[in-house]
């Protein structure tokens, strides 16, 4: 039997079942990647399985730099097929590693090889999947189609003109692509020198200068508006914790003022800044009736001469453990104060945090919509078997499962889709074993089978009010 079989994480019958014939063909909403636009634009054409599978993939990274092997055959200048013959000598050493099952499960649904991936098979599976990257069927289009992706949403800078999403609209392949709009550079005053940068870049999308936090505020308000026209309906904030310190609108002006003299503002004055931000951009998701998201949790950057040596995004990101409940309340509950709380998903980084999250979205549910504050699927270090599970339970035990979106990629991959395959069977197989142990009726199967259906898709189609 093929490692990854029609059964594969199915432990039970009921299991099997609710997969077989409720989650296995439905389609997808990946509502939070990291796809860049113009590949998708461009129909992007793959030179070979290296640019594909380890390009930018810092998941692959670690793991290759935790077996030892140099950064050569990494970032480096080592050649495809020797980058791709280290990956492989990996992989084997990934068992148990999520690595391990989503590399097979993308060989298998992608390219359709089922034999394990290890020195002694790398290079017949490297010229196998090469041959056919360069078919028209495996183009970046073609991939994303070929798993029945309904709609992608993409994660863009405000700044951004997106000009490769007017050109997606403008030549529509079957997946509908739109942005999120994701303004953490506007926020990020803490180096004023990159700071600046960023607001020439801004104001010269905007068409005008930003001379004061008000003028900021005017611009963003703009390009908010530009984001809705463009089919814009998510937010996305990435937040080392909730930001809720009292402060005066005057003194956020004199922040910002500062700041444009190039004085690095002291930690009680970013706090504050940050506050005022957030809770800012809050107020124009929930006028404009979008869905905010909150990943919360990481820090980053923290290997000072790799960052110096590769810069960001390249697998120096960890799990942070600041307090996030306190702050937490007091951001949702100024805008629930406003009546200007829009839909609000919580995702937390630190396993310690599913609990905290879920009780905090509870906390303001106002019974205007199902879900409308809900806690976030596992995200990044989480996107694997046990994280899943322990959202899911924590979810369920504080909340209501039955009304969870589900899956996303928060991926920058083109074949990382089988992800929703992993998280469905996962699901499955965590309510089948609820039945058969007793803990829900099978005379409730076809509740259940509804349940299955919704958390997959038929929630997030209707949360974030995709056509």
């Known amino acids: 039997m093929a490692f990854i079989h029609d059964d594969f994480l199915l432990g039970t019958p009921a299991a099997r079942t609710l997969f077989h014939e409720s989650a296995e063909g439905l389609p997808i909403i990946d509502y939070h990647c990291h796809l860049v636009p113009q590949m998708i634009a461009q129909n992007h054409r793959f030179r070979d399985i290296t640019e594909l599978w380890l390009g930018g993939d810092h998941y692959k990274w670690r793991a290759m730099r935790g077996n030892g092997i140099p950064e050569k055959y990494i970032t480096g200048t080592a050649s495809s097929w020797d980058k791709f013959r280290k990956w492989a000598e990996t992989v084997p050493y990934t068992m148990r590693n999520p690595l391990y099952h989503w590399t097979h499960l993308e060989l298998t649904r992608v390219f359709g090889i089922e034999e394990p991936l290890n020195p002694g098979t790398a290079r017949g599976i490297y010229d196998r999947c090469n041959e056919m990257l360069a078919s028209e069927e495996f183009r970046g289009q073609a991939l994303i189609r070929r798993f029945g992706v309904e709609t992608v949403c993409t994660t863009d800078d405000p700044a951004d003109d997106l000009r490769w999403h007017k050109e997606i609209a403008g030549h529509p392949f079957g997946t509908t692509v739109l942005p999120t709009w994701r303004p953490d550079k506007a926020m990020a005053i803490e180096d004023p020198a990159a700071y600046l940068m960023y607001l020439d870049r801004l104001g010269e999308v905007a068409g005008r200068e930003i ?171 989480l996107d694997q078997e046990d994280g899943m599970r322990r959202q899911m339970n924590a979810l369920s035990a504080l909340g209501l499962l039955s009304r969870f979106v589900g899956m996303l990629t928060d991926s920058r991959s083109f074949i990382s889709y089988p992800r929703h395959e992993y998280f469905r069977r996962i699901l499955c197989n965590l309510l089948g074993e609820d039945i058969e142990s007793g803990r829900l009726p099978r005379s409730e199967m076809d509740t259940i089978h509804a349940m299955v259906r919704d958390i997959c898709y038929n929630n997030a189609k209707n949360y974030f009010q995709f056509r």
């Open 211 to 381: 001379d004061s936090y008000a003028d900021l505020m005017d611009v963003l308000r703009e390009r908010h508006a530009f984001f809705a026209s463009m089919g814009c309906r998510l937010s996305d904030h990435g937040l080392e914790t909730f930001y809720a310190a009292e402060y005066k609108p005057i003194e956020i002006e004199i922040i910002f003022k500062k700041v444009l003299m190039g004085i690095v503002p002291s930690p009680v004055d970013l706090l504050k800044f940050r506050s005022a931000f957030l809770h800012d951009c809050a107020v124009m998701d929930a006028e404009a009736g979008w869905v905010q998201q909150f990943h919360v949790g990481a820090i980053r950057n923290n290997n000072s001469r790799m960052m110096t040596r590769l810069g960001p995004d390249t697998g120096y990101d960890a799990i942070h453990d600041l307090p996030t409940a306190a702050s937490g309340h007091r951001f949702l509950d100024g805008l629930a104060a406003e009546d200007k709380l829009a839909k609000t998903i919580l995702y937390c980084l630190n396993p310690k945090d599913f609990e905290v999250f879920a009780a905090m979205a509870y906390t303001f549910n106002d019974g205007s919509c199902p879900g409308k504050m809900q806690l976030g699927s596992g995200w990044w270090f």
